[in-house]
């Protein structure tokens, strides 16, 4: 199998083959790779348990990695993804939220194995890059959302 130049190694603690085939299931153009397991024991596992879980994420390169608690997830790294109506901004925002995770603000959600996401609408990231008080009203909308309301961001990018 041919690996990527430049893959994103994602840190588990030991589900990395469960949240792997989550995001296959949650996600466009995802999909489980492959599976390797440990030929020998190692600190925190044995030989034959999954060591390494090779997929995607949105057509992005992904190899997810058990190696322990030792190092746990944080907002310093999250997956952002692009969504093109509410529909598809609450397919996404449940799928993770409501399979163990939790909400947080402007956009930002947790999985249960603690990776950080960005469920962002086109029409929050169109109206920030317009800048001025188009970009200032929809900041000032999104600043008050935990999961993003288009139609609220719509109606503040109306009001500028």
């Known amino acids: 199998m041919m690996t990527a130049k430049n893959t994103i190694c994602l840190w588990y603690d030991k589900d990395a083959e469960e949240a792997a085939n989550f995001y296959a299931a949650t996600f466009p153009n995802s999909r489980v790779k492959a599976v390797d397991r440990a030929p020998s024991d190692f600190p925190g596992g044995k ?12 057509g992005i390169p992904c190899i997810g990695l058990n ?20 529909e598809e901004t609450d397919r996404y ?28 609408p086109r029409v929050l990231t169109e109206a920030m890059a317009a800048g001025g008080d188009v970009a200032k009203c929809a900041f000032e ?17 109306r009001g500028a």
């Open 47 to 58: 030989a034959g348990d999954v060591l390494t879980v090779q997929f995607t994420v949105c």
């Open 141 to 157: 909308a999104m600043m008050t959302m935990h999961k993003i309301d288009h139609a609220a961001i719509e109606a503040a990018v």
């Open 67 to 86: 190696g322990g608690p030792i190092f746990p997830q944080s907002e310093a790294f999250s997956f952002q993804i692009a969504t093109d109506s509410q």
């Open 93 to 120: 925002w449940n799928a993770i939220v409501g399979n163990g995770g939790q909400e947080s603000a402007c956009g930002w959600c947790r999985d249960k194995w603690r990776l950080n996401w960005q469920i962002t």
